[in-house]
């Protein structure tokens, strides 16, 4: 998988921590348990199709009684401004919904410029920073936190 389709570049992340996410996240052995695999807490992945290539896939799940999260949203930055990421957000938060979900969050890179405003349209509000997954010590990555009720 892309590191660029990721939301990950050589700009943002140094190239040790994106393989770092990439091995954990994105091996054969946890896409095949994700894929086959749903549960309250994930829900599963929508992929979405234009003649059978995959142009995004997203996924969320559970994190409280009332409350949702999107865990992943990719879209092929050629594709980007189709209303794809729209189809999909849609997709995990009538699911989300269904569950029970009042409350949805999101986390997003600090100052992601792509990722940031599309949220901000859906009608997430920035909460809080906190220190990024995966940060070893010597680095500082940071995650905007954002929410929305639904």
């Known amino acids: 998988m892309s590191s660029r389709l990721l939301g ?5 992340h140094d190239h040790d921590y994106i393989r770092r996410i990439i091995a954990e996240f994105y091996n054969y052995e946890r896409v095949l348990q994700e894929v086959t695999k749903t549960n309250w807490e994930w829900g599963g992945y929508f992929v979405a199709l234009d003649n ?5 896939a997203g996924g969320g799940g559970m994190i409280a009684k009332q409350t949702g999260e999107i865990f992943v949203l990719y879209v092929d930055p050629a594709r980007r401004n189709q209303g794809i990421g729209t189809l999909l957000i849609r997709a995990i938060t009538d699911q989300q919904k269904t569950n029970g979900a009042t409350t949805q969050w999101v986390s997003v ?6 990722g940031i405003p599309f949220y901000e349209a859906k009608g997430f509000v920035f909460s809080h920073l906190q220190s990024g997954y995966g940060n070893n010590v010597n680095e500082s990555y940071q995650t905007a936190r954002y ?3 639904l």
């Open 109 to 114: 890179q600090k100052d992601n410029q792509k």
């Open 8 to 12: 990950y570049n050589s700009e943002t």
């Open 147 to 149: 929410y929305r009720k």
């Open 52 to 56: 059978n290539q995959v142009v995004g």
